[in-house]
């Protein structure tokens, strides 16, 4: 291959599948090449020091440059402390050409002018600088034409090239045509200038591309260099024969002047021109390759260097890999650990000469037994070494608290003998500098003419020695997820005076892996699996990694009991590895491979099938099997290896599952294509299989495998509901062993909002106009497109110059440090960055901060994860300060800015919002439903005995209970507030609450502790009666502090309902509510009903304290107003007030015609109205209907009597259908009431859906999933879910209706009781809520519950949420989805309350500062239970378990409120669309409501038991306000 770009041109190797690699070096594991054993030592223990949870306090993910400069410090920091490892990441130069033809020849010579290319920092995907470009310039120009008029910002620059992100989850971006990929293929060319040291000058040297998307070529000084693909795995080059080091005088003036560059920056500028010892580093990379057909993984198409570049210097005889092996025993009480260690000689020599002048020495060394703390200051990579004992001795002590090696006195757990090796027992090696692909050589070939002994393995320049030591049972601690113990492995290779010439050294795991007894055995035990799929990304920077934000995603995921983590789908930066082997995580490492856009009935393939039924791809993927296993090999937390995932099924899977099975026997393969249970799995590994088929297949005799779904719970928006049917089948059913997740992590990407975006802050107008559709903004914005150049995350102002600068730490101690740092020589931040270095620490700092966790929960009945909470577009008032005792996790809202998905950039083709499917936040803020997680992955159950004890069980595999804290505390739940005082609440307080002693209980044991209540504890000091409902608390939380948390982590709370026996209690509470809301209390007579021939009837008291209006010609609606202040008004968008809708989710639009969402539509339950409406009012006690009109002609009836005389000249307040009344229809009819009095209106409507008045062009559905997903992922027919819900159809008019009676009874102390009898169509589809909606003056910005919280919870999805008494604001009820839909439901509530704040209150509101609202007012509901329903249940039990109990057998309520509406909720697809309704929130009222599903997205999964059938129902509410 010559070295120029025409005959890169003319080769095209990125167009053709059978060359992936070119002179690339083999894979191994990550090497570092130290000068001792101390540096080895010391560097894994400030490598392990760092990784803690306080580094994930300090991660980043605010838009900005804080990322980028975090990414590039965190490549520098990985190589901080090794003196032959040099980074490259930093500033290169840059220029984005539109295809390969336009890349101008010579690029990569070292005199080729570059001063007019832009910079772009690496790590960094291309695509995403260029997007900060666009916003930075696009700045730029608002302010020119501020500042000097529109010609200075019109003046002319260069044509940018255009190439967005994309996504895309099956698709392919571009025909399908392999292995031809499009002519226009974006080509991106790099250049960076180094230079190397004197000592490097005859030494070995390698530069490696950690991870390049999608193809690289590469020259070095103007010498070609090779060629990779694949881009989730490193493509390592020996550069030795074309890199210059500087001369010895030159490392001699700098030594004295002390200018020498320290550990890990051994690359350094030179200036410009070509000055001594200077090295030109040049790529170039296509955006598309033949390569990009096997990477179509669900997420977004992002190209560049997205990982780090280094150079390693190495002796010319060097280690070039280690393998280890651990053997363990049967009895788990011994293990012998094998070493393979690989030397290379280069150039090409008879290595055996050499065996004479080297020797390799090994050693098993302890690790530190409690996690360390943090650094309390920098590392000094200049300190001097310090001595190690080799000897073995015992046990380690405990870490001090300093950063000294030589008080550690880390023991040599044992040293390593040479053992021989049988004939032909070698693993051949191909050649040193060997091609890949092209028939120029492959990785793990086998290898012929060498020479064995009974020490080695000679095989040309190569030699292999084995070795092994044993680690007796007093020295030995397993590795496994829950006692995550590593050894720490140091191989020396010394000359023959005995001095090192290179050391390696890496952390080890002692444990067994196997599948026996169709269970997954690790350590000899079955593991339950409770797992996430995870995917690479950041919101500012793509895949590209941060230390401090996987350390984040650790501890997350430990913080929620998850413990095994699927690498979906491609392998991970090594960094991953070192983390899930130190906080123990079991790992799935999956192979770069998905081919899903192949579908097989498409016919631009042209072979019409798989890739990997074809042979011309098999070397291609073989590759990168065997490329994932040799990095990846000795990491004690993988313990599966994954064939790749959606790539069909084909002859190539069953070869590489060969290739594995004899590579590495001591990990079973994973693989889900082709029905999940073919030949090349040892796993039965489905996704999205329903509850009844697992449960089938695990019934099945002839499966011998174990079952572990490999993706389940799409928890895509408002979703993850049913997990606990999972876990309830996987807990008690032998050959299911748990699932991952799908997924972690939302992807959305940052993205300015367009800069001509209107914020209306009028009250709401949920039509389709009320605000511009951000996504035809951004479009609009894409078209216009900004051009020029300037970077916004650009780290220094000519790469050529600048020097590789270490941190002088960890990335979590100094990032914002850093990037507040003064510039340094060649490093300066750039004239034309958009980020100044201060802004950058600015935007570090508020990340920290950000990032900063809250107080741990004030109430007892916390849950599992501690509230980190963030504000979310608070308005600083008042009543805010007064702050509740709960908190609930809220992203940070950054203004200007939005999480963008599919289409946002104006990618095309796109899957709009199907990437944001995470448990969490981009932020990594937790979702709701991840407090769901971990309560069914906890790691103790509790439940009563039938004697009525509390039986524990450890559902750990591996750690006793002795490491936990148990503790109990028992409450009742309180009655409504009765005065206004009582508002705010303060914290419930416990009964009792004390600690439990519990003796140890062993990995997978139950042990049974007697009652904690004491028989003689006296109840009616507490305040608790036979009406009082009790509950126990039962939480664990860890002992001591650990890698990934402080001490009193919570690990697993449990609430159980307390029964007491008969006669415990003798003294009866009153009720909580005054008479008569309580439907059991006696009523007036009232008189006989009369009808009601106006359109409403208003009630006002005699006082004018109240008046309350019933819309009668509406179906029934209530207006209240309290001192002449609107306090609650009808629905918005005269919707009425029985709601059966919701803003449908994700969830909800699954499954094209047949998804609930589609079948609503179809029935028109967005839009009904009343088509036929009347009533008759009855009156008792102290009220009377009066006439219309003035005060001259106002009388009354004698009490109890309906008088029909009308009064003149008052406005109209309501208009019933046209003829049904007589004259004066369209006044109300008026009603005084006393304080004695009350006032019965009954209501009778049919509703239909009105004509829908929105355009037929509806707007794209976001979040409905493509139609091919049912083909793609099955799911649905034969599950749980609505197999039997039919397809959506046009309903007449004749079979759409639901039938309403309502009955309106007001009070006169100011207490209102609504019943509501729904009798719906029997052919109407299932329905999404039975309630009643209204709106909410502002002010009543508070709310407090006694129910299911605080978090939000749905009938599927509540078991983590407990019974008490909780408090929030409005605001932080509402939960801001990535894409908006039904959310923030409370359910099971025994009452609600919604109030104001302090007596000043908040300005605003519906007439500003009325009286009533300026001061305290409060409005409490409450469920009623009445007769004369049928069936449909409450909505909110469903399965129960034996933990968490049932509320059956009493009227609960399940509520909402938020400041939007359900239209506006559906009309918005971004939250930052939304149009929040300033004058009031808008409140749901449920009597049931549906589930949200979860066991996909894409077909209807709502399980059966939380569908709320077409039936009757009856409820009912009883309203009283509270005011001081």
């Not at 971006?173 to 250049?191: E, H, K, L, S, W």
């Not at 030159?250 to 690359?267: I, L, M, S």
């Not at 011994?334 to 055996?352: F, M, N, T, Y």
């Not at 990535?1378 to 300005?1403: C, H, K, M, Y």
Request: net charge negative; glycine share 10%.
């Amino acid at each position: 291959m010559g070295s120029s770009v025409a005959e890169v041109l003319r080769g095209r190797w990125w167009e053709d599948q059978a060359m992936f690699g070119y002179k690339r070096e083999r894979a191994h594991v990550p090497l570092h090449s130290h000068a001792s054993v101390d540096d080895a030592l010391r560097f894994w223990y400030q490598r392990d020091r760092a990784a803690t949870f306080e580094a994930a306090d300090a991660a980043t993910w605010a838009p900005g440059a804080g990322a980028d400069v975090a990414a590039v410090r965190s490549a520098r920091w990985w190589v901080h402390g090794l003196p032959r490892v040099a980074s490259l990441s930093g500033s290169w130069r840059f220029r984005l050409f539109p295809r390969p033809e336009e890349v101008p020849e010579g690029f990569f010579s070292p005199g080729f002018n570059d001063s007019e290319w832009s910079t772009h920092s690496v790590p960094s995907h291309w695509q995403l600088q260029l997007q900060q470009q666009k916003q930075h310039k696009q700045q730029q120009h608002q302010a020119a034409e501020t500042k000097a008029g529109a010609a200075a910002a019109g003046a002319s620059e260069e044509e940018e090239v255009e190439d967005p992100p994309i996504y895309t989850n099956i698709q392919y971006p571009f025909p399908i045509q392999p292995p031809f990929v499009p002519t226009d293929n974006p080509t991106a060319c790099y250049r960076r200038r180094f230079s190397l040291p004197a000592s490097w000058s005859g030494q070995h040297i390698t530069l490696c591309f950690e991870g390049v998307d999608s193809a690289i070529h590469v020259w070095l000084n103007g010498n070609y260099v090779g060629y990779s693909q694949d881009s989730r795995l490193p493509a390592e080059f020996n550069v030795t024969p074309f890199c210059v080091t500087r001369g010895k005088e030159r490392e001699e003036k700098n030594r004295v002047t002390g200018e020498e560059p320290g550990d890990g920056e051994r690359a350094e500028g030179e200036g410009e021109g070509e000055g001594e010892g200077e090295n030109v580093l040049a790529v170039m990379i296509v955006r598309w390759s033949d390569g990009s057909y096997l990477e179509d993984q669900d997420h977004w198409w992002l190209s560049g260097m997205h990982r780090d570049v280094t150079l390693l210097c190495r002796p010319q005889v060097h280690i070039a890999d280690l393998e280890v092996k651990t053997d363990v025993a049967d009895d788990m009480q011994s293990a012998i650990v094998k070493l393979e260690v690989l030397l290379e000689g280069w150039p090409r020599c008879d290595i055996q000469s050499l065996l004479d002048s080297c020797h390799v020495e090994a050693y098993l060394f302890d690790a530190w037994r409690s996690p360390p703390p943090p650094p309390q200051h920098p590392p000094s990579p200049s300190s001097s070494s310090s001595s190690v004992p080799m000897s073995p001795t015992s046990r380690s002590p405990k870490d001090p608290e300093r950063d000294d090696l030589e008080a550690l006195k880390i023991p040599a757990v044992a040293a390593f003998q040479p053992v021989g090796l049988g004939a032909g027992e070698g693993r051949g090696e191909g050649g040193s500098g060997g091609g890949e692909g092209g028939g120029e050589g492959g990785e793990g070939g086998e290898g012929s003419g060498g020479r064995e002994d009974d020490k080695v393995v000679v095989i040309g320049n190569t030699m292999r020695v084995r070795m092994e030591a044993k680690v007796d049972k007093d020295k030995l601690l397993l590795w496994s997820p829950d006692q995550p113990h590593l050894y720490t492995l140091v191989v020396s290779l010394s000359d023959a005076s005995g001095k090192p010439q290179q050391v390696e050294a890496g952390r080890v795991g002692v444990r067994r892996v196997e599948v026996r007894g169709r269970e997954l055995l690790v350590n000899g035990r079955a593991v339950e699996v409770k797992g996430v799929n995870r995917h690479e990304h950041h919101p500012q920077t793509g895949k590209v990694n941060i230390e401090e934000c996987m350390v984040k995603d650790v501890v997350e995921m430990k913080r929620h009991n998850v413990n095994a983590v699927r690498c979906s789908h491609y392998p991970n930066h090594p960094r991953w590895y070192e983390l899930t082997d130190l906080f123990g995580l079991l790992v799935i490492d999956e192979a770069n491979i998905e081919t899903h856009g192949f579908d097989p009935d498409n016919h631009l393939n042209r072979k019409g099938r798989q890739p990997a039924e074809d042979p011309e791809w098999a070397a291609a993927m073989g590759a990168r099997v065997i490329r994932m296993c040799e990095r990846d090999k000795n990491h004690a937390s993988v313990v599966v290896w994954s064939l790749g995932n959606e790539a069909g099924y084909g002859a190539t899977h069953d070869t590489m599952a060969a290739w594995l099975r004899h590579r590495d026997p001591s990990r079973p393969i994973h693989y889900e294509g082709g029905g999940s249970c073919t030949l090349a799995t040892d796993l039965v590994c489905p996704m999205y299989m329903r509850v009844n088929d697992i449960l089938a297949i695990a019934a099945d005799p002839n499966e011998t495998r174990p079952l572990i779904l490999c993706e389940y719970a799409h928890a895509m928006g408002n979703s993850s509901g049913n997990l606990d049917a999972y876990w309830d089948a996987i807990e008690s059913t032998h050959g299911l062993q748990g699932g991952f997740i799908w997924d972690w992590v939302d992807q959305g990407l940052w993205k300015a909002l367009p800069a001509r975006s209107s914020v209306v802050t009028s009250s709401i107008n949920c039509s389709k106009d009320a605000s511009s559709s951000l996504r035809a903004e951004l479009l609009a914005e894409t078209e216009a497109g900004a051009s020029g150049e300037g970077g916004a995350s650009n780290l220094d102002s000519n790469p050529a110059e600048s020097a590789v600068e270490p941190p002088a730490g960890p990335p979590a101690e100094s990032a914002a440090e850093s990037a507040a740092e003064p510039a340094q020589e060649g490093e300066a931040v750039g004239e034309g960055d958009a980020a100044t270095a201060e802004e950058a620490a600015a935007d570090v700092a508020a990340a920290s901060a950000a990032a900063t966790p809250a107080p741990a929960l004030a109430s007892p009945q916390a849950t599992l994860a501690s509230a980190a909470t963030t504000s979310h577009g608070s308005k600083e008032t008042e009543q805010q300060q007064q702050q509740p005792w709960e908190q609930v996790e809220l992203p940070a809202k950054h203004p200007g800015r939005f999480w963008a998905y599919g289409g946002d950039f104006g990618d095309t083709p796109n899957d709009l919002n199907f990437c944001i499917n995470g448990l969490i936040w981009p932020d990594r803020t937790p979702h709701p439903a991840m407090r769901e997680l971990a309560h069914v992955y906890r790691y103790f159950g509790f439940k009563w005995t039938e004697q009525g004890d509390i039986e524990i069980f450890n559902k750990s595999f591996y750690q006793p209970s002795s490491a936990f804290s148990f503790s109990f505390s028992l409450f009742s739940l309180p009655p409504p507030p009765q005065p206004i005082s009582t508002l705010p609440p303060s914290p419930p307080t416990p009964i009792l609450s004390s600690p439990l002693t519990v003796p140890t209980i062993l990995p997978r044991q139950h042990h049974v502790i007697p009652n904690p209540i004491p028989a003689d504890l006296d109840w009616a000091a507490h305040d608790v009666s036979t009406d009082s409902e009790l509950f126990a608390l039962f939480t664990a939380t860890v002992n001591e502090r650990t890698r990934w948390c402080a001490t009193g982590q919570v690990v697993a709370s449990v609430q159980l309902p307390v029964n007491l026996p008969e006669g415990t209690i003798s003294s009866a509470k009153p009720s909580a509510l005054e008479p008569p809301t309580k439907p059991a209390i006696s009523q007036p007579a009232l008189s006989e009903p009369a009808p009601i021939h106006q359109s409403s009837v208003i009630v006002t008291s005699t006082d004018r304290s109240f008046a309350i209006t019933v819309h009668v010609q509406d179906g029934g609606a209530l207006s209240w107003k309290i001192n002449g202040s609107d306090v609650l008004l009808p629905p918005a968008l005269s919707s009425p007030c029985l709601s059966v809708w919701r803003a449908p989710t994700d969830n909800d639009k699954g499954g094209a015609d047949a998804s609930y969402a589609a079948r609503w539509k179809a029935a028109g339950l967005s839009r009904l109205a009343a088509a036929d409406a009347g009533g008759v009012i009855a009156v008792a006690g102290d009220a009377t209907v009066v006439s219309v009109g003035g005060d001259e002609g106002k009388g009354k009836d004698e009490k109890g009597k309906i008088s029909e005389r009308k009064e003149e000249g008052k406005e109209a307040e309501g208009k019933g259908e046209e003829g049904q009344q007589a004259e004066g229809d369209d006044e109300p009819l008026r009603v005084e009431i006393g304080r004695d009095g009350m006032v019965s209106v009954v209501v009778q409507a049919t509703f239909r859906p009105r004509a829908d008045e929105i355009s037929e062009e509806e707007a794209v559905e976001v979040g409905s999933a493509p139609t091919n997903l049912v083909e793609a992922y099955g799911g649905g027919a034969d599950g749980e879910g609505s197999a039997s819900i039919g397809q959506a159809k046009n309903i007449s008019d004749v079979d759409c209706w639901i039938r309403l009676k309502s009955e309106w009874q007001i009070h006169g102390n100011g207490q209102v009781l609504v019943k509501f009898w729904v009798d719906p169509s029997p052919s109407l589809p299932p329905l999404a809520r039975v309630g009643m909606r209204f709106q909410a003056a502002k002010k009543l910005s508070n709310a407090v519950w006694s129910g299911r919280g605080p978090h939000e919870c749905y009938p599927d999805r509540k078991q983590s949420a407990h019974v008490a008494l909780h408090y929030l604001p409005v605001e932080s009820l509402h939960v801001p989805y990535i894409a908006p839909g039904e959310n923030g439901a409370r359910i099971d509530a025994r009452w609600v309350t919604l109030f104001t704040g302090t007596q000043s209150g908040a300005q605003g509101g519906a007439q500003g500062g009325s009286p009533a609202l300026d001061g305290l007012l409060g409005l409490v509901m409450e469920p009623v239970e009445i007769g004369g329903g049928g069936g449909g249940g409450g909505g909110g039990g469903g399965r129960g378990g034996t933990e968490e109990g049932s509320e059956a057998g009493q009227p609960l309520l399940h509520f909402s409120a938020s400041g939007y509406c359900a239209e506006e909720l559906h009309r918005a697809q971004h939250e930052e669309e939304l149009v929040e309704d300033e004058e009031f929130n808008h409140v749901h009222l449920d009597h049931a409501i549906m589930g949200v599903g979860g066991d996909d997205s894409w077909t209807p999964s709502v399980h059966k038991e939380f569908l709320l059938p077409p039936c009757p129902y009856a409820f009912g509410v009883a309203f009283r306000p509270l005011m001081g």
